[in-house]
């Protein structure tokens, strides 16, 4: 077994969004530009509404997929093709942009809280101008994995031998939440070739005696295995991995495409409003 060690660590960059919105931010900063296929991971989250109440309004995006999954409060989500839904605590919003989207993603908090991330993840250059899609997953389909010392709940991939919500081919993302009671062990393999990182965001741990910093982004170097250790506090994190797709990858704000070409084209169409080609139909599951 050859056990990840941490390739590096990026602390979280306070980055205003949308309507003023206070976001963390870790991939897709100086620090980190992207880490193929994650092109941007946003932790976002507050107790006073006033600092985010104002949301995300109308916004495009092209050439990739954004995954929001909620902790605490929830997100209604609307675009211009009609499509609405309402992400609650617990459960998470897959969207794949493709060849255009336009949407809003409005936040509330529940009892004072409001928090969660959102991660962007690329698409081949084939799939980049294919028709978008849209699927929102309630908390109850999110399957949760209990032991004695950790509770894991699996939104892609698979841990213990129960597969994940979320299916997102071109990247065979594997995403789980996972919640360790103190100074608790975990482990998970993992195919070697595969891009991962995890993000404390509660409590702390350890991967071989170094510390994993609450709030900051710890890419994790090549192996088949991921093996940390609880503080004494606990831990609560998030554990990403996906396929590196290998390509070019040219970014303006909200288009991420293959070419600077295909960026001021979306930038054109944007402008003179044929960015949406194709509806992306909502599918919601329960």
């Keep these: 077994m050859n056990i990840r060690r941490i390739q590096q660590q990026i602390r979280a960059v306070a980055v205003s969004e949308g309507a003023g919105v206070s976001v963390h931010r870790t991939i897709g900063t100086s620090a980190l530009k992207n880490l193929d296929p994650f092109l941007m991971l946003d932790h976002f989250g507050s107790d006073d509404p006033d600092e985010y109440i104002a949301g995300f309004p109308e916004h495009p995006h092209r050439g990739f997929v954004t995954l929001t999954y909620m902790l605490d409060g929830h997100m209604e989500h609307r675009d211009s093709m009609g499509n609405r839904g309402d992400l609650r605590a617990g459960g998470a919003q897959w969207m794949k942009a493709a060849s255009g989207v336009i949407h809003s993603e409005m936040p509330q908090q529940t009892n004072g809280l409001m928090r969660g991330f959102q991660l962007w993840i690329n698409l081949p250059a084939a799939e980049k101008m294919s028709d978008p899609a849209y699927q929102e997953f309630a908390p109850?389909?999110?399957?949760?994995?209990?032991?004695?010392?950790?509770?894991?709940?699996?939104?892609?991939?698979?841990?213990?031998?129960?597969?994940?919500?979320?299916?997102?081919?071109?990247?065979?993302?594997?995403?789980?939440d996972v919640s360790l009671q103190a100074n608790a062990c975990f482990s998970w393999p993992l195919k070697l070739a595969y891009s991962a990182f995890m993000y404390v965001y509660e409590g702390g741990a350890k991967i071989e005696g170094s510390d994993l910093p609450q709030h900051s982004l710890t890419v994790l170097g090549k192996g088949d295995s991921v093996q940390l250790d609880a503080g004494p506090a606990g831990a609560r994190f998030i554990l990403v991995a996906g396929r590196p797709i290998g390509e070019a990858v040219v970014q303006y704000g909200p288009f991420v495409m293959n070419t600077r070409d295909e960026i001021e084209q979306a930038m054109r169409d944007y402008r003179d409003g044929s960015l949406v080609r194709a509806k992306a139909a909502m599918h919601a599951v329960v």
């Design 140 to 176: 109850e389909a999110i399957p949760e994995v209990a032991g004695e010392a950790a509770r894991v709940r699996v939104l892609a991939g698979e841990y213990a031998g129960r597969r994940g919500a979320i299916d997102d081919p071109h990247s065979d993302l594997h995403y789980l």
